[in-house]
């Protein structure tokens, strides 16, 4: 079983920078694509940004041009970097990873961390 642990969430002012971080632990695995999501208040949970192992990346239009994903292979972590942060942007985020284990795939998720963008 893999485990993810985030780091790095707040409060922030709009227009402001936050950089989560997520590590992921266990043994016996491969990871092969780690995202971020958010549920916003009221809203349903929803992709933010996604990347492989091999270093592709998907944005969810939302954010393009703000928000900018990361990954340490080595080190089995990915990083959100956002950028000119919205009221809109305030939600809990989650980390995902895909990863495989004993020629089977599963899905892990993080404890979530809250994001508040507020004057």
């Known amino acids: 079983q893999v485990q993810l642990v985030e780091s790095g969430g707040g409060l922030v002012q709009p227009g402001g920078s936050l950089r989560l971080s997520c590590a992921a632990s266990g043994s016996r695995f491969v990871i092969y694509a780690m995202g971020w999501y958010r549920q916003g208040p009221g809203k349903q949970r929803e992709l933010v940004t996604v990347?492989?192992?091999?270093?592709?990346?998907n944005y969810a239009d939302s954010v393009k041009g703000r928000f900018s994903i990361s990954r340490d292979n080595a080190e089995n972590t990915v990083y959100l970097q956002m950028n000119s942060l919205k009221p809109e942007d305030t939600a809990v985020y989650y980390c995902?990873?895909?990863?495989?284990?004993?020629?089977?795939?599963?899905?892990?998720w993080g404890q979530g961390t809250q994001v508040t963008v507020s004057s």
């Open positions: 995902n990873a895909n990863y495989i284990r004993g020629g089977l795939v599963y899905d892990a």
């Open positions: 990347i492989t192992s091999g270093g592709s990346t």
